[in-house]
């Protein structure tokens, strides 16, 4: 028996063989460092002698220009004077207009304001002289300092790097253990068929939301094989047909990503892709609308969908006219039966598709369960199998807050309608796969090698099928 891989496998580098890097940092480096290296700050007292010492001397140079000033204040007479500093003439002395008569001769006048005046001396120019020096020599041994601290970490980056990998591996298996411990999730089935069989499934994002308010998710089923690949579902907004189709997705994606998942049983044929076209959106700088972003969203899945794909559409063919989206969802439905032939869950409103549960021998219908009670409807939230011959519409606009004059008017213009109704909708058949052998066009094209042809060939085989195509049929 072939002995299975470990789902922890140890990490090829222990936490010892970076312990000294690390202490090496935790000495070097402050707990609290500022944004930016150029603005220094950032190397801890007693990591390095000379750093120590030029900071030192800067901390003495900043005591030397306190004391000159209550030595200034003292002989001049005025107490309000202040050493201060800018950017732009460096340190100085800040004089109010009102003592400007009692500054010495031996102050240097640098600069006058609306209401003071800025002066210097040999004293203070010698001090300010000395700081920014300290200051400067100080800064560009850290940078220094950490320049080489930037090649130590990088000496050992593929260490580092496969260590961190582990340690994340570690903390997302921790993280979805104690989901799954949390939330009563359990472990998938994973096969390698075209199974879809899920027990009691739920949403892992609204269940969590839904319990904060003290709310129950309503579980359901979901079920796809070889023999029935395609849902149907109808029923009225706001019944939970998008989480539905939403939390089976997911539950895919959790099981094939090695979490286990939100359900009372799982077992999923693996899919090889994940297809949606839920929401609305637009990108009308590239001049798409809502509804073309939603057919360029259909074309992408109708091309790329594989028989061992998962696809959920939400109301396709709702942008449109009523007999334009019909039909475009039956062509969509359709194809995803007959030609891509992959497990797909297909939310719609209209109605008319269930019939297609009478055509399509892998597709079968399901509904939002709804209660009706004085006048109203009751959300069940339970999906199981049936059709739905309503929407709700209007019972959803009151629930919105619509004016009631206005869903009023919306009820009796329904039931007007409604009754004016005097045909039924019907689906015309599917067409068939491929064409009838006793076509004269068929005759014509069938032993025709494209790649034979000369272009003034193809030209004339074209004018004689548009001659053939307006022949009367015998």
Request: with cysteine.
């Amino acid at each position: 028996m072939q002995k299975q891989n470990a789902p922890f496998r140890p990490l090829p580098y222990a936490l010892e063989d970076l312990v000294p890097l690390y202490d090496e940092l935790s000495c070097a480096l402050k707990d609290e460092v500022g944004a930016l290296t150029r603005d220094g700050g950032f190397v801890r007292t007693n990591y390095d002698t000379t750093l120590d010492h030029l900071q030192n001397y800067e901390k003495a140079s900043k005591e030397e220009l306190i004391n000159q000033q209550k030595l200034y204040a003292e002989t001049t007479g005025i107490p309000s004077l202040k050493i201060k500093h800018n950017q732009v003439i460096g340190y100085y002395i800040e004089v109010t207009q009102t003592h400007k008569d009692k500054v010495p001769e031996t102050f240097i006048h640098r600069q006058s304001l609306m209401n003071s005046h800025r002066y210097t001396t040999p004293e203070l120019l010698a001090i300010q002289q000395k700081l920014v020096s300290a200051q400067g020599d100080a800064l560009r041994l850290e940078l220094e300092i950490f320049d080489r601290l930037v090649n130590q970490v990088l000496a050992q980056q593929n260490k580092l790097r496969t260590f961190i990998q582990g340690i994340s591996h570690i903390d997302m298996m921790h993280g979805l253990a104690h989901l799954a411990e949390t939330h009563g999730y359990i472990r998938p089935e994973l096969t390698q068929d075209t199974i879809f069989d899920v027990k009691k499934g739920r949403h892992p994002t609204v269940e969590i939301l839904l319990k904060q308010k003290n709310e129950l998710f309503v579980e359901n089923n979901c079920q796809l094989d070889q023999h029935k690949k395609v849902v149907l579902l109808t029923g009225p907004n706001m019944g939970g047909k998008s989480t539905y189709l939403r939390q089976n997705a997911l539950i895919i994606i959790l099981a094939q990503m090695g979490s286990f998942v939100p359900a009372v049983s799982a077992k999923i044929g693996l899919v090889d892709r994940i297809f949606s076209r839920v929401g609305a959106g637009d990108d009308l700088t590239r001049g798409r609308s809502t509804f073309m972003m939603e057919m360029i969203e259909t074309a992408t899945i109708l091309h790329q969908a594989t028989p061992k794909s998962f696809v959920i559409l939400d109301e396709i063919g709702r942008g449109t006219s009523t007999f334009d989206g019909l039909a475009i969802a039956q062509a969509t439905v359709e194809a995803l039966h007959q030609h891509n032939k992959c497990r797909t869950l297909f939310a719609t409103h209209y109605h008319e598709l269930t019939n297609l549960e009478n055509t399509l021998d892998h597709l079968k219908c399901m509904a939002v369960q709804v209660k009706e009670w004085q006048g109203s409807i009751v959300l069940l939230h339970t999906i199981s199998e049936g059709k739905s011959n309503q929407s709700y519409g209007v019972h959803v606009a009151e629930i919105a807050g619509m004016p009631p004059h206005v869903t009023a008017r919306a009820r009796s213009l329904l039931q007007a309608f409604e009754s004016e109704k005097k045909t039924q909708t019907t689906i015309p058949p599917i067409l068939s796969e491929k064409p009838s052998t006793s076509s004269p066009l068929y005759a014509m094209v069938k032993d025709i090698n494209p790649d034979h042809l000369s272009p003034r060939e193809a030209l004339d085989l074209v004018f004689k099928i548009k001659e053939k195509m307006h022949e009367p049929v015998s």
